[in-house]
């Protein structure tokens, strides 16, 4: 699904170089769950940026689905991104005058999705995430759990293959970020990829990778022995 060889990224700051990614390699299976940890300023960020066809390295080559975006026009990066990429972000990102309902449907604007097909697929993951009762709801009328529940709806309405992340339950009491981690774990034995940013080992330990980050280098790159799983009690009304 994802392959990374020797990728460097350089920024310039104010007239001085800042190598943000130093020559990271890296191979993703479809389907695994990867957690990238490390302190701040390690690469982290710009790393997700690179897989999420945000931004194009210096160097080096990433690989999605066989497919080198190295060297892709903003167009094409644009395209792939709409169509085989998802995001969550810590702080959801979320139109703050829109409905859940209408944020799911915000992507079918830029995919060319079939206009027939775009209401029952928005209610469909709203169901999905356990929202079908707040449809009509804005982002203030709801929680930090739902808010990001209706973050992940959005990034699952082109059906991406990828997940990407980015400390996902960071702005949530740990009851919500549970009920999160629980169904990006089910996303994932769903068959979507997931990788995942984080500060928290914990949180790190619901992987089956976790790849550590330093410098913009991998220094390790770690098999989870004991995963952990996010239990979520049935009875429990969704955060």
Same mark, same amino acid.
């Given at each position: 699904?994802?392959?990374?060889?020797? @990728?460097?990224?350089? %920024?310039?700051?104010?007239?001085? *170089?800042? =190598?943000?990614? !130093?020559? +990271?390699? &890296?191979?993703?299976?479809?389907?695994?769950?990867?957690?990238?940890?490390?302190?701040?300023?390690?690469?982290?960020?710009?790393?997700?940026?690179?897989?999420?066809?945000?931004?194009?390295?210096?160097?080096?080559?990433?690989?999605?689905?066989?497919?080198?975006?190295?060297?892709?026009?903003?167009?094409?990066?644009?395209?792939?991104?709409?169509?085989?990429?998802?995001?969550?972000?810590?702080?959801?990102?979320?139109?703050?005058?829109?409905?859940?309902?209408?944020?799911?449907? @915000?992507?079918?604007? %830029?995919?060319?999705?079939?206009? *027939?097909? =775009?209401?029952? !697929?928005? +209610?469909? &993951?709203?169901?999905?995430?356990?929202?079908?009762?707040?449809?009509?709801?804005?982002?203030?009328?709801?929680?930090?759990?739902?808010?990001?529940?209706?973050?992940?709806?959005?990034?699952?309405?082109?059906?991406?293959?990828?997940?990407?992340?980015?400390?996902?339950?960071?702005?949530?009491?740990?009851?919500?970020?549970?009920?999160?981690?629980?169904?990006?774990?089910?996303?994932?034995?769903?068959?979507?990829?997931?990788?995942?940013?984080?500060?928290?080992?914990?949180?790190?330990?619901?992987?089956?990778?976790?790849?550590?980050?330093?410098?913009?280098?991998?220094? !390790?790159?770690?098999?989870?022995?004991?995963?952990?799983?996010?239990?979520?009690?049935?009875?429990?009304?969704?955060?």
């Amino acid at each position: 699904m994802v392959r990374i060889t020797d @990728l460097v990224k350089t %920024y310039q700051l104010e007239g001085i *170089e800042v =190598r943000a990614l !130093r020559g +990271l390699s &890296l191979t993703v299976d479809p389907g695994a769950f990867i957690a990238v940890m490390g302190p701040s300023g390690c690469g982290k960020s710009t790393l997700l940026n690179l897989l999420g066809c945000l931004d194009r390295p210096t160097s080096g080559t990433l690989e999605i689905g066989g497919v080198d975006v190295s060297s892709m026009s903003p167009t094409d990066l644009a395209i792939l991104r709409s169509q085989k990429i998802g995001f969550v972000f810590q702080t959801f990102h979320l139109l703050a005058r829109a409905s859940a309902f209408a944020n799911v449907m @915000l992507p079918f604007v %830029y995919s060319g999705y079939p206009s *027939e097909r =775009r209401k029952p !697929r928005a +209610l469909e &993951l709203l169901q999905y995430v356990g929202l079908q009762d707040r449809v009509r709801h804005r982002p203030n009328q709801l929680s930090g759990g739902q808010q990001q529940r209706v973050a992940i709806a959005r990034a699952l309405a082109n059906d991406p293959g990828i997940l990407l992340a980015d400390e996902p339950t960071g702005n949530l009491d740990s009851k919500s970020g549970l009920e999160i981690m629980a169904l990006i774990e089910r996303l994932n034995r769903e068959g979507k990829t997931i990788i995942m940013v984080t500060h928290s080992r914990e949180l790190a330990e619901h992987a089956e990778r976790i790849v550590h980050l330093l410098d913009g280098v991998m220094i !390790r790159d770690e098999v989870v022995a004991e995963r952990r799983v996010a239990e979520v009690r049935p009875d429990a009304e969704p955060a």
